[in-house]
C-alpha cells in the first residue's frame, strides 16, 4: 500500500512530477550520449592503437628500449618460426627501425626511419590504406621512401623528390642513403606521421648492416582477447628478448581507456548531483503540501520509519521514472549515430588527429555503464530523499493536523 | 465497569518561559468502556487539548494518562505510536483521509499498518464500510465524496483497528444537519451494539443531545461532568 500512495501521490501534481521526470530524462539522456561519445573515442583510439600503430605486441631487444641503436637486433628467422607455430597469431611485421636525419634542400629534421617488409606493413597495419598521394612501397623498386603530409608539408617535400636519410649502422658508424619519395601517407595520428618514414627493410638493412636481423616485431592477433595468452606464450618461447603488450607500448592509450570509466562516473555524478536538487525541492515541496495528511499518518499510527520510507519511496520514483526513459533516448541516439557516425572533420578534424583520434566518432554505450547509471540514479534519489524526509519526520503530528 | 481512559490530575502550560497559558489545569477524567460521551464547552476552553494529551498526540505538563492499565506518559515516541494504532481511533474535524486512496483503501490501511492477513482486511473494510452505509462508495475516492460520506469513512477507518475508544474532535462542525444526524446514529449504534466507547469534543448541540455523559470545560478546568451530577443527585 505504501507503493500505491507514493506512486499515487507522484501523480497528485502531474504538472511538477512531469517537470522532474523530463529534467532527469533530459540530464541522463546527455550525460550517457556524451559518456558514449567519449567511449567511442575511447573505442576508436583502442582500434587505431592496435590497427594502425602498435599492433598487440611488440617484441625487441632489451636494450632497444632505452636505447634505439642498430645493434640491439634480433635474428628473423627465429622470431619467424615462433610466430608462425602461434595461431592466434594474425600477422607480423619484422622491422629493422633507427633513427637519423632526413635532409633535403630545404632542409632537415630528426626522424625515425622505419624498415618494413611493404607486404607484412600492411597486413599488420594497413599502412597502404593511409597512402594520400603518390604510391605505397613497392617491394621491386629501390630506395623508394614513404613520408607522411605533414612532414612533406613542413620541408616542402613533393613526390620524386629526393631526401637523404643520414643514419649510424651497427657498428656506429655514420652512413647515408638517397631516396625518392614515391607516396605520401596520412595516418589517424599526427605526432607519429610527423617523426616517422617508411623505407623496404632491405634497403634499410643494406645501410645500417641488418640483413637477417630485426629491431622490431610487431604482432597483431586475431581476436583482443587472445592477447594475455599470447603474451604469455611469446615470454616462454622468447625469454632473453622484450615483450610487451600494446598496454605498455602506447601507456597513453592505456591511460586513456582506464580512464574512462572515471571520467563517466564523475561526468554522470555532477549531472545527478545537479539533478538532485531539483528533486529535493520538488520533494521539499511535496511534504509541505502534504503537513497536516502526514501529522494524520502519524497521529492514527503510522511510525517514523513508514513515514520515511514512503518519502524515500516516493522520491526513488520520480527520479526513476525519468532515468529509464532518459537511458533509452541514449541508448537509441548511440545505435543510430553509433552507425552513422559523428564527423567531427570539419571542425576540430586537425585537433582530433594531433591526439591520434580518428575524425568520426561511432559512440558505443557499454552495458556496465548503463547499469552502474541506473545505481547511481537510485543512490542520487535516496540522497536526495533524506532532506525532505528528515522534514517529514520531524513534524509533530498534533501540530501538522491543525495546519 | 471496566476503565477505559484515567486522566490524572492533567495540566498543560503553552509558553511555559514565556506568557504562560493554561489550556488544561489539573483535569481528572474517568471514562468506562461504553460510554458515549461530549466534552463541551467555549472556544479556548482546553477541549482539543485535553483530547490530544487523551490520545498520546499531545504530553501533559503535569499528571498522566492511563488507557487500559498503561501509562501512556511513559511511553517513547514509536511505542507511542504503536499504542495508538492498536487502542485508540482517532475521527477529526476535517476528515483527514488519504486523498490518493479509495474509500476502502482508507479503511483498510490502517489494518495494514497492523499487519492483519489480506482475508480480515477485505472482510472488514465490508462490513465497515457496510455498517457506515457505503458499500456501494468501496472504489471510490475522498474527493468524489460528500462531506458526510467523508466523515463516515473516517469512522470506518477509526474503528478498523478495533481500538478500545475512538476520540473524535468535532466530528459534526463541517456537516450538514442530514449528514451530522446520520454520522450520530451510525456511531451512536456502534456504541450500543459493539460497546465502543466515543469520547467527543464538541460545540454541537446535536451531539450534546446524543451524548449520555457530558463534560463541561471552562479555562481548562471540568466545570461540569453530568456523570458526577447524575451521582449526587
Known amino acids: 500500500m505504501l507503493t500505491i500512495i507514493a506512486w499515487r501521490n507522484l501523480w497528485r501534481n502531474r504538472t511538477r512530477s512531469l517537470i522532474i521526470t523530463t529534467s532527469v530524462a533530459l540530464g541522463m539522456w546527455a550525460g550517457t550520449f556524451i559518456m558514449a561519445i567519449y567511449f567511442g573515442m575511447g573505442e576508436a583510439r583502442l582500434r587505431i592503437a592496435i590497427d594502425n600503430e602498435v599492433s598487440h605486441i611488440q617484441v625487441h631487444h632489451p636494450g632497444f628500449a632505452d636505447d634505439k641503436e642498430a645493434k640491439y637486433n634480433m635474428p628473423m628467422d627465429s622470431l619467424a618460426r615462433v610466430f608462425q607455430k602461434i595461431p592466434a597469431i594474425r600477422a607480423f611485421s619484422l622491422r629493422s627501425v633507427t633513427t637519423g636525419m632526413l635532409a633535403t634542400t630545404s632542409g632537415s629534421q630528426g626522424i625515425q626511419v622505419n624498415g618494413v617488409d611493404p607486404a607484412a606493413e600492411q597486413a599488420t597495419r594497413g599502412m597502404q590504406n593511409f597512402v594520400q598521394d603518390g604510391d605505397y612501397l613497392d617491394p621491386a623498386q629501390r630506395n623508394r621512401v614513404l613520408v607522411s603530409t605533414k612532414l612533406a608539408k613542413k620541408l616542402k617535400l613533393e613526390i620524386g623528390n629526393k631526401i637523404v636519410l643520414t643514419l649510424l649502422d651497427t657498428a656506429n658508424n655514420i652512413t647515408a642513403g638517397a631516396f625518392r619519395i614515391c607516396g605520401l601517407y596520412h595516418t589517424n595520428n599526427a605526432p607519429l606521421d610527423e617523426l616517422n618514414v617508411f623505407v623496404r627493410k632491405t634497403d634499410l638493412d643494406r645501410l645500417i648492416g641488418t640483413d637477417g636481423r630485426a629491431h622490431e616485431a610487431a604482432i597483431l592477433l586475431h581476436r583482443d582477447d587472445d592477447l594475455d595468452p599470447v603474451f604469455q606464450q611469446l615470454k616462454q618461447a622468447l625469454p632473453q628478448l622484450q615483450i610487451e603488450r600494446w598496454q605498455e607500448i602506447s601507456p597513453e592509450t592505456a591511460l586513456v581507456l582506464s580512464s574512462l570509466d572515471t571520467y563517466s562516473l564523475v561526468f554522470i555524478f555532477i549531472i545527478l548531483l545537479a539533478l538532485s536538487f531539483g528533486i529535493i525541492n520538488t520533494m521539499l515541496m511535496a511534504v509541505l503540501e502534504r503537513t497536516r495528511e502526514i501529522g494524520m499518518l502519524m497521529a492514527v499510527g503510522m511510525n517514523k520509519l513508514r513515514v520515511f520510507g514512503m518519502v524515500v519511496l516516493e522520491t526513488i520514483m520520480l527520479a526513476v521514472i525519468g532515468a529509464p526513459a532518459g537511458l533509452l533516448a541514449a541508448w537509441l541516439t548511440t545505435l543510430w549515430l553509433g552507425h552513422t557516425g559523428i564527423n567531427l572533420g570539419a571542425i576540430m578534424g586537425e585537433s582530433l588527429r594531433d591526439f591520434g583520434y580518428a575524425p568520426v566518432i561511432y559512440p558505443v554505450l557499454p552495458w556496465h555503464n548503463v547499469v552502474q547509471t541506473m545505481q547511481l540514479v537510485l543512490l542520487t534519489a535516496v540522497v536526495a530523499a533524506i532532506f525532505p524526509a528528515l522534514k517529514a519526520l520531524r513534524l509533530k503530528p498534533v501540530e501538522a493536523i491543525r495546519t | ?233
Open chain 2, 1 to 233: 465497569m471496566q476503565t477505559v481512559i484515567d486522566a490524572h490530575n492533567i495540566s498543560k502550560v503553552y509558553n511555559p518561559d514565556t506568557i504562560p497559558v493554561h489550556a488544561v489545569n489539573s483535569v481528572h477524567l474517568h471514562l468506562n468502556r461504553g460510554e458515549f460521551t461530549a466534552l463541551v464547552g467555549p472556544s479556548g476552553s482546553g477541549k482539543t487539548t485535553l483530547l490530544n494529551i487523551i490520545g498520546g498526540l499531545d504530553a501533559p505538563t503535569e499528571g498522566q494518562v492511563v488507557i487500559n492499565g498503561i501509562n501512556i506518559s511513559e511511553l517513547k515516541p514509536n511505542q507511542l505510536i504503536n499504542f495508538r494504532l492498536h487502542n485508540i481511533g482517532f475521527v477529526f474535524q476535517a476528515f483527514n483521509l488519504i486523498p490518493v486512496l479509495t474509500a476502502s483503501e482508507n479503511v483498510e490501511f490502517i489494518m495494514l499498518l497492523q499487519k492483519r492477513p489480506k482475508a480480515e482486511r477485505t472482510r472488514r473494510v465490508h462490513e465497515l464500510l457496510a455498517s457506515v452505509g457505503l458499500s456501494d462508495k468501496l472504489n471510490v475516492r475522498p474527493s468524489q465524496l460528500s462531506g458526510g460520506q467523508q466523515q463516515r469513512v473516517a469512522v470506518a477507518r477509526a474503528l478498523a483497528s478495533r481500538p478500545q475508544f475512538i476520540l473524535a474532535d468535532e466530528p459534526t462542525a463541517n456537516l450538514d444537519s442530514h449528514s451530522a444526524a446520520t454520522l450520530l446514529d451510525i456511531m451512536e449504534k456502534m456504541n450500543r451494539e459493539e460497546a465502543i466507547t466515543f469520547l467527543f469534543s464538541t460545540h454541537d448541540q446535536r451531539v450534546i443531545d446524543r451524548a449520555r455523559r457530558v463534560i463541561t470545560l471552562v479555562d481548562g478546568r471540568i466545570e461540569n461532568d453530568s456523570a458526577a451530577t447524575q451521582i449526587r443527585h
